[in-house]
């Protein structure tokens, strides 16, 4: 019998599983073999992790927990702080095995499955941690209490969802893509809407408010901070920009596949011209919509990151593979998984060899991963011998990153104070009077005099350059202050 007939024996979710397995593994191993650095985001979440709270000022806190239960386990590598993310897909994987099972059938679980493990978009965010990695996760268990719900499964699922719903706007805010897609797949046929307003859907809506409660508290505590954060991040004003748009929706084939994106287009538009769509097809592209429309007009008429849309794949992984089975077409699928693959393993050796990431004309895509644990030696070296009373910044990724790269020190990492906080750091670690008499101060700004002025005496005492490739390097500006004036630390003046 050949490996093709055996593999052909397998079960789909064997099959689904062994695929999971090792691509999970190679991507651990990039994890561990990496020798690029924190970002200063996934440095952030990391210093989150130290002072576990319910909210921070720019995200919920999930990410910060998830990040101090793994360093617990291994301690605070890079790799033990990354180490989550793989592991989270590959649960989310599994999860749309049995969420495609539910909608559709097993095979279609199978595809669904592995068509969300190999997306590149999967693969990049494997080896970084990130709010949306739990997110997606948690909104694969929603679309599958949802899909269980729908078969009438009972309180269990009810309470899953509910617990799924929670955990997700504690992951991230876009859960609330989650509840408009809801909307629109269950309230447009009436059995969704008894759905809704059933025993099960009242269940759900309990548990999710009670799971997400600690975050209301804590922000009406902060006067809503992280809200408004997110709030202002979506920022809607702003004039029509043709090329971002354009560049946000090739950014989406990138997240999906080349290949996943035509057959979702092709067979979509066949099921709409043969005038029968599925239930299920029209559920999950209910789920993808919010997502998907909301953040393409905000990249048309503002600014919009490539993975905001991200939650819009979980479904529409599902609904690509019920399409390929249906359709006859599974070699598209194959074809799929294959291409994916292929740029799973780039991304893979690009993560692990810097002489490819150079090869390939990437040293610019990769410069924020680089040169951090050389500036945090010198800078730890500077601010543990000079009896200084805080280490300043003036840019949250360099506080984030050398709050990481420049450990142990001897003193507090304190960011230079604003009129209004704009993020964490500006909100829980501003410089106060108390800790300004003697400030090593660190900023990559050749004027930086709305900080200088506020001292009686500055003096530079350092320029920190660190090499990043052949081409790029990364300074630092050093400065001693002393003697804050009467208004040093009123943001105001």
């Known amino acids: 019998m050949s490996v093709r007939d055996n593999i052909a024996r397998l079960e789909p979710l064997t099959l689904a599983a062994i695929t999971i397995a090792l691509l999970t593994a190679a991507r651990v191993v990039a994890i561990v073999l990496t020798p690029l650095n924190l970002g200063p985001d996934e440095a952030q979440y990391w210093s989150w992790s130290l002072t576990p709270a319910f909210g921070y000022f720019s995200k919920p806190p999930l990410i910060a927990w998830v990040i101090g239960a793994s360093t617990a386990v291994c301690g605070d590598s890079e790799a033990c702080i990354r180490i989550s993310s793989p592991l989270f897909h590959a649960a989310s994987a599994i999860v749309l095995y049995f969420a495609g099972r539910a909608f559709y059938d097993a095979k279609t679980g199978a595809w669904a499955a592995v068509t969300y ?32 719900l729908r078969q009438s499964a009972g309180i269990g699922w009810a309470i899953a969802l509910g617990i799924a719903l929670g955990l997700g706007f504690l992951s991230k805010y876009a859960m ?3 509840l408009l897609g809801a909307a629109l797949a269950l309230l447009s046929n009436e059995k969704g809407r008894r759905l809704i307003l059933s025993r099960d859907g009242l269940i759900a809506l309990v548990v999710m408010f009670l799971v997400f409660a600690p975050n209301i508290i804590w922000n009406y505590a902060h006067h809503f901070a992280t809200v408004g954060h997110t709030a202002a991040n979506a920022n809607f004003g702003g004039d029509f920009k043709l090329s971002k748009l354009l560049e946000f929706l090739g950014a989406q084939i990138g997240i999906f596949g080349p290949v996943a994106t035509a057959l979702l287009i092709w067979g979509t538009a066949r099921g709409w011209l043969d005038r029968v769509p599925a239930n299920a097809d029209i559920l999950l592209i209910a789920f993808a919509a919010p997502p998907l429309v909301i953040v393409t007009v905000e990249a048309l008429i503002s600014r919009a990151n490539g993975n905001w849309a991200a939650p819009a ?12 089975v249906r359709r006859g077409v599974e070699r598209f699928l194959a074809l799929n998984f294959v291409v994916n693959f292929l740029i799973a393993m780039l991304i893979v050796a690009l993560a692990v060899s810097p002489a490819v990431v150079t090869a390939l004309g990437q040293d610019n895509a990769a410069k924020r991963l680089r040169g951090w644990p050389d500036a945090g030696r010198t800078v730890a070296s500077v601010a543990n011998t000079g009896s200084y009373s805080a280490l300043l910044f003036d840019d949250r990724e360099d506080m984030g990153s050398l ?29 106060t009077p108390n800790e300004s008499s003697h400030v090593l101060f660190v900023t990559r700004r050749k004027n930086a005099s709305d900080v200088l002025k506020a001292f009686a005496h500055s003096e530079r005492i350092a320029t920190l350059t660190t090499r990043l490739d052949s081409k790029r390097t990364r300074i630092f500006f050093l400065y001693v202050l002393d003697q804050p004036l009467s208004t040093s630390l009123n943001p105001q003046n």
């Open 117 to 148: 493990a190999v997306m590149p978009g999967t693969s990049f965010s494997s080896l970084l941690i990130t709010t949306d990695v739990p997110l997606l996760f948690f909104w694969s268990i929603g679309l599958l209490a949802l899909a269980k």
């Open 176 to 178: 609330l893509y989650f």
């Open 313 to 324: 794949f979980v479904s529409l992984a599902i609904l690509v593979a019920a399409l390929g």
């Open 403 to 431: 709050f990481y790269y420049a450990r142990p020190l001897k003193v507090p990492l304190r960011m230079w104070p604003r009129a209004a906080a704009g993020n964490e750091y500006e909100a829980a670690y501003a410089l």
